[in-house]
């Protein structure tokens, strides 16, 4: 065994070693360790491993979360993780665990939709081809809205990340407007709404207030 140390502190540990039996050498697993810590009784030389099942799902949904683009995270915040990731650019590096933990507590305050109970289903509206007409100075245009929510009551929530309003943003409401009243109007597509956020924080109760 050259080193124990296996994995690089900057990208995502991918394995670990384990202690197969009292007594032999290590062994190693490709795999990132789970989230847990150990208890020694020094009386009868024994130990037990106790497993943070809780970290270990915060982990995986943190994961999947990045992975599906970070929805729901505000343009400033966009644009420090993107700093905080640009690793060329920087002299000194974050550490993956730095950076697991501000992204942590980013999913725990702006990714509300990911995590919220209300939400059945969710997807960025990216490539889908959902799209509503609005006119604006004259000339028509593609308003292409952030999310398209379904939640558990069944409601399709269409909902806009803004980070401030103008009017042309009013134009595009409008026209989104006019068009779930047509929609629900006509029946058989099931039932629409749409809201707006501001902050992160306006998340919760828009979801809650269209569930029930």
Sequence with gaps: ??????????????????????????????????????????RHHTKRIVTLDRVNEIRTRLESWQQAGRPG?????????????????????????????????????????????????????????FHVFYLWNGSKRKYIPDFLIQLKNGTNLILEVKGEDSQQNHAKRQALDEWIQAVNNKGGFGTWAAEISF?????????????N
Excluded at 7 to 28: F, I, Q
Excluded at 94 to 108: G, H, V
Excluded at 199 to 211: E, V, Y
Aim: hydrophobic fraction near 40%; charged fraction near 20%; proline fraction near 9%.
């Design 1 to 42: 065994m050259k080193s124990l140390i296996i994995n690089s502190p900057y990208v995502r540990p991918s394995r670990h070693w384990v202690e197969t039996r009292p007594n032999t050498p290590l062994a190693m697993v490709e795999e990132r360790r789970p989230a847990g810590y150990e208890i020694f009784n020094p």
């Design 73 to 129: 995270i505000t343009s400033i915040t966009r644009s420090l993780l993107d700093h905080w990731h640009d690793t060329p650019a920087r002299t000194l590096p974050f550490y993956f665990c730095q950076l697991e933990a501000i992204e942590t507590l980013i999913w725990w305050v702006e990714a509300e939709i990911e995590r919220n109970e209300c939400v059945a289903s969710y997807a960025k509206n990216d490539h889908l081809g």
């Design 199 to 211: 902050l992160p924080a306006d998340i919760p109760g828009l979801l809650m207030r269209n569930s």
